[in-house]
């Protein structure tokens, strides 16, 4: 491998998918690289990826360098924090693990190559009933310190989003949610559901066409067009106030409320939406299982758990629906289409007079032609 390319370095891999350009070179430090984290770079067009950590350290099978690896993007990692050093647009050159500034050898990593990636991924296999039982502990442990504080003593802000007795649609930014969230369009256009981001989905219900009614985050994984969409904005705070994403609501000039409540945003968005008196409420995208919340850096799933306990059969989670079924296309489908189609032209045609003196001019011609 022997490729050339400026360089758009940054330690979060969320802040660089937002500016980095097609053909560019994303220099990241993201030990166990999230799937998320991984499509993100693919849809920005990178041409390949340095990370400065082990892409898999090995105590999870995570899938973000099998993504880059479908995708056909080069990845180089465990090359050290000193190529973080490495400014926006300066060019390096890459030759099989081995990267040059200036005709400079600054860096030497691992190229990840499928033989590479199938052996990391069975090591994993090896740790993931020790991560399991840590998994499992932690979530107890915090699900016996959180559950007044999530299950009776929350604390609503007063918002404008009228939820009473309608279907609420809240989407994450998770695996396959851009997939599943495509997959309920139709249910999207007919039932017309509130629809509750929690951060970057918002970008993704933009790029479907549709606009959020509500945005509730952290507000660091969502662009700024998502956030002058006119949506209300709900900050996702510590139990104790504090909230960073307000920093950048007040650069921007924005109005906003703030939600104080352990947990992620996305356990935030259900409890509002299920105290607000929502019909049904249906999750895109959203963290349910251990390797999920080990990609998004939490070692345990407490607050989700007493979450879905507590909403109940109110909550449908689509996540993974876009692989349920995928319909086939029959070629005796296609020809019943065809033929239904060519009905009305034949009927028109007879019809017409000016059409049928086409026809006949038509296959006066051919008849010349066969005979010459």
């Known amino acids: 491998m022997h490729l050339k390319g400026k360089v758009c370095v940054d330690r979060k891999t969320k802040n660089l998918t937002k500016r980095i ?3 560019e070179i994303a220099v990241i430090y993201h030990p166990d690289l999230d799937e998320v984290a991984a499509q993100a770079l693919v849809e920005a ?12 350290s090995g105590k999870y099978p995570n899938q973000g360098p099998a993504v880059l690896l479908k995708a056909g993007i080069p990845l180089i990692d465990n090359v050290g924090v000193n190529i973080m050093e490495l400014k926006d647009g300066q060019v390096v050159f890459i030759k099989e693990n081995k990267i040059y500034l200036d005709n400079r050898l600054i860096g030497t990593g691992q190229k990840m190559t499928t033989e590479r990636l199938k052996n990391l991924l069975m090591e994993t296999q090896k ?14 442990t915090y699900a016996l310190k959180e559950k007044e504080l999530i ?7 007063k918002i404008k989003t009228i939820f009473k007795g309608k279907h609420v649609v809240i989407v994450v930014r998770g695996q396959s949610y851009k997939e599943d969230l495509l997959a309920i369009k139709p249910y999207l256009n007919e039932v017309k559901p ?7 989905g918002a970008d993704a219900l933009l790029e479907l066409g549709y606009k ?3 945005i509730l985050g952290d507000m660091d994984s969502i662009s700024d067009r998502a956030l002058r969409c006119n949506a209300e904005l709900l900050v996702h705070a510590y139990i104790n106030g504090k909230a960073p994403g307000i920093e950048r609501l007040k650069k921007l000039g924005l109005d906003y409320l703030i939600f104080p409540i352990p947990g992620t945003s996305e356990d935030a968005a259900m409890l509002l939406a299920h105290a607000k008196g929502a019909e049904l409420i249906v999750a895109v995208g959203t963290h349910s299982n251990m390797i999920d919340f080990l990609e998004k850096g939490r070692a345990g799933m407490a607050s989700t758990v007493l979450v879905r306990i507590k909403v109940g059969s109110k909550l449908i989670d689509a996540k993974g629906v876009s692989k349920l079924y995928r319909p086939k296309v029959y070629v005796g489908h296609l020809a019943q289409v065809l033929i239904a189609g060519l009905i009305p032209i034949f009927i028109v045609s007879s019809i017409s007079p000016i059409l049928n003196q086409f026809w006949r001019i038509l296959i006066l011609k051919l008849r010349l032609l066969i005979r010459v």
């Open 194 to 200: 509130v629809l509750v981001a929690v951060d970057g």
């Open 127 to 140: 740790n993931l009933g020790k991560e399991l039982n840590k998994f499992v502990n932690n979530t107890l």
């Open 151 to 157: 299950l009776n003593n929350v604390s609503y802000p």
């Open 21 to 23: 350009q097609p053909g």
């Open 212 to 214: 959020p009614d509500l």
């Open 45 to 56: 067009k990178v041409k390949a990826v340095i990370n400065a950590g082990l892409s898999i």
